[in-house]
């Protein structure tokens, strides 16, 4: 009941020294600022996003072209254990930040 | 007693489960090794590998019913533990009263009665892996090591990046 009545009055004041458009100015400039710091952390996420997929997609790549661009030969029996265990630690590294 | 033991057979299933999560790779690659090999082989050779490969659906049906029933005992579990500890929690919330309390108002106790408490669900699902996910990466890096050698390298650098990139991210 205090807050309402707080309101109220404040209310009562901007209204009394007509200040109504200074005010909506102020509260359209913060809700800008708002939509300028969403986009940002949206751009942010979206850049971090490129960079874990390129980790998470490009592992078995670059792996698999290091071993064979070192003159050995892969096998299909070693590229699916090598394959679920290079996915296992993908799944994995999700959860670290997370739990330590 | 029965609290114990039950923490011991749920330790002992989540253990084997996790073994078995190590051997079944290995079949794959086995059985794949065998699928390509084109020269002639006796008839035992060839019923061991069949008998494998038949292994790894049989192994996946055994581990998934065996969790399956394990998840409902860790639910169950997870029940009563909560409830416990907010009936325990409630019981000397009632006891209290504002002479012998005077560090903590009433509304804190029942805060940390109605959320807190959650946290003990954590302990329940995620306390595993704790365990689990360090002994993953490591198991699963060493057996790259093993089959591609040193070119393995690069797939701990890949998960070194992705563990920092992670902790950047939050």
Known sequence: MLHINESFNNIKSVKLFGWENKFL???????????????????????????????????????????????????????????????????????????Y | MANKASFMKFTLVR???????????????????????????????????MMMALLI???????????????????????????????MLFRKNFRMTTATNKDFSSGEISHIIMNESNKIWTLIWNGPEYFECPLHLISASYFVFSELGWS???AVVFTLCQIYHGYIRG
């Open chain 2, 15 to 49: 253990v084997l489960l996790q073994i078995d999560d190590l051997i079944i790779p290995f079949l794959i690659a086995e059985v794949l090794t065998w699928i390509q090999k084109a020269e002639p082989e006796p008839l035992e050779a060839t019923l061991k590998m």
């Open chain 1, 25 to 99: 100015n102020n509260i359209g400039n913060t809700y800008k600022e708002e939509l300028a710091i969403g986009d940002k952390a949206l751009l942010r996420n979206k850049m971090h996003d490129v960079i874990g997929g390129f980790f998470e997609k490009f592992m078995p790549l670059a792996v698999f072209s290091v071993y064979t661009g070192l003159g050995n030969t892969l096998t299909l029996g070693q590229m699916a254990l090598t394959s679920i265990m290079l996915d296992r630690i993908r799944g994995r590294v999700q959860q670290v930040p997370r739990l």
């Open chain 2, 152 to 154: 393995g390298i690069i």
């Open chain 2, 57 to 87: 659906p049989a192994l996946h049906m055994i581990v998934h019913t065996t969790w399956e029933y394990f998840c409902f005992q860790m639910i169950e579990l997870g029940h009563r533990a909560h409830t416990s500890l907010k009936v």
